[in-house]
């Protein structure tokens, strides 16, 4: 079953309306997750770093107001798109690493959340 | 810096060909981990291997294969007798072994499989 959990996995919004995905680790903690987003037919841009209990880094050129990341526990990270215009419209996956096993370096992906702003 | 290459954007082959996906990969770190990932049109990634910087051991997994050079900074993956299903985008990745830092794609080789 899955490890890391991605809900929802497609959703319709609004233009000027916001939308939150959420990201959950099922079987171990992760005090660091991580947000990606991809446009079709691109890579995988790795948009911010969410650390539990502190605030989220983000990448060079993303928007830290427009896109909200709480890390609120050691399970759960949640990605907040405000104010959604159509060229937000994407693949938004998020990743974490399973701290107990593998050096650290397991790392787990959700199942992605694909974001249609209308 | 750390960066993956994939010269690769598309590749077309026929059923039953084999392929080979190139890799390319720059780091600074001695200890690092690669990986392979697959991406269906559906979108999830799909785990096929990783590999860490000590172990250049080449791996064989069914139809898939994969041959790590540290000394050209290389990690090809070659698919042995393709099928239509083996159709999608593949990424290859790095990970410094630094506690907190995220994966990094290489820009991903779109494998198309005909019958």
């Known amino acids: 079953g899955a490890v890391v959990s991605q809900h929802p996995s497609r959703v319709i919004c609004k233009s000027g309306t916001s939308v939150k995905i959420e990201c959950r680790s099922l079987?171990?903690?992760?005090?660091?997750m991580f947000w990606y987003r991809q446009f079709p037919k691109q890579s995988l841009m790795l948009m911010a770093t969410?650390?539990?209990?502190?605030?989220?880094?983000?990448e060079q050129g993303v928007e830290k107001d427009k896109f909200l990341i709480n890390h609120a526990s050691l399970t759960l990270s949640t990605l907040t798109v405000t104010s959604a215009h159509p060229e937000d419209s994407s693949f938004y996956i998020c990743s974490a690493r399973d701290p107990s096993t593998g050096g650290g370096n397991t790392i787990y992906f959700g199942e992605g959340s694909w974001l249609t702003v209308v | 810096a750390q960066k993956v290459t994939q010269a690769q954007t598309e590749i077309s082959v026929v059923e039953k060909e084999d392929v080979t996906l190139d890799c390319v990969y720059e780091?600074?770190?001695?200890?690092?981990?690669l990986f392979w990932y697959k991406q269906p049109p559906s979108g999830e990634l799909v785990f096929l291997i990783r590999r860490n910087s000590f172990d250049e051991q080449n791996e064989i997994s069914g139809r898939y294969s994969w041959n790590f050079q540290k000394s050209t900074s290389s990690f090809n993956f070659t698919i042995t007798a393709s099928q239509v299903v083996d159709s999608a985008v593949y990424f290859c990745a790095l990970i410094p072994n630094q506690a907190g830092t995220a994966l990094i794609f290489g820009k991903g080789t779109t494998l198309s499989v005909s019958s």
């Open positions: 079987d171990f903690q992760a005090t660091t």
């Open positions: 780091t600074r770190d001695t200890t690092y981990y």
């Open positions: 969410s650390n539990e209990g502190s605030k989220a880094t983000y």
